[in-house]
Structure formats: C-alpha cells, structure tokens
Nanobody, 126 residues
Framework: QVQLVESGGGLVQAGGSLRLSCEAS????????MGWFRQAPGKEREFVAA??????????YYADSVKGRFTISRDNAKNTVYLQMNSLKPEDTAVYYC?????????????????WGQGTQVTVSS
C-alpha cells in the first residue's frame, strides 16, 4: 500500500507560480511511475503530467495545455514528486491530485494509476 500526501496548493494571481509536492510512503517509490492530474468544478479529472520509469532514467509526459509551463520532477531519496507550475492561468484552477502506478510505464490514463492522494486546491485569479 502506498500513501500519497500533496501540498503546496494555494491562491495565486495569473502569471504567477506554484510548486506542488507529493510525498509517498513505502520503499518502492523509485519503481513507480508518478503522475499529476487535476479536476475543475463540473469537469472530469484530466491528465496533467507524468514521469514514467525507463531503462534510461525516465520519460516525461505533459498535457498540451500545460506544456512549456509545468515541469514534473522527482527526488527518489525523498520519496517525493514535484510539479512546478509557471505562468499560471485562471483555467489552471482545479484540485490537483498526485498518483502512483505500480507499472513504471504508466503515462497519461487515469486507469493506469493505482494510488491517489487526497488532492490540493490551486486557484488562479485573473
């Protein structure tokens, strides 16, 4: 069982930045693919970013809507994955969820992920 705890959400003006953190329990963190998803009011949960495991260290994936503005990274020594969000827009407002997949190859689909955090609210004002 893996527990995920997100932090770092908050209220920010458009154009600002936030960094989300997700700390995972367990000793097998480095073998999990990690992802970030978000859910805005009245909308379905959607993919934001992911970092899969591969023979050459890992591959990153981003939704088109955040490409060039968001960066996912991980620190295996701290069992933590981060989401650096720059140039935030009001449409980025959502609850952001961290997810972990036992398959290191998981990428963009919600169903690939086995464990979920409780979410952290990000609100971007115009």
């Amino acid at each position: 069982q893996v527990q995920l705890v997100e932090s770092g959400g908050g209220l920010v003006q458009a154009g600002g930045s936030l960094r989300l953190s997700c700390e995972a329990s367990g000793r097998t963190f480095r073998s999990y693919a990690m992802g970030w998803f978000r859910q805005a009011p009245g909308k379905e949960r959607e993919f934001v970013a992911a970092r899969a495991i591969s023979w050459n260290g890992g591959s990153t994936y981003y939704a088109d809507s955040v490409k060039g503005r968001f960066t996912i990274s991980r620190d295996n020594a701290k069992n933590t994955v981060y989401l650096q969000m720059n140039s935030l827009k009001p449409e980025d407002t959502a609850v952001y969820y961290c997810a972990a997949a036992k398959s290191g190859l998981a990428r963009t689909r919600l169903t690939e992920y086995d464990y979920w955090g409780q979410g952290t609210q990000v609100t971007v004002s115009s």
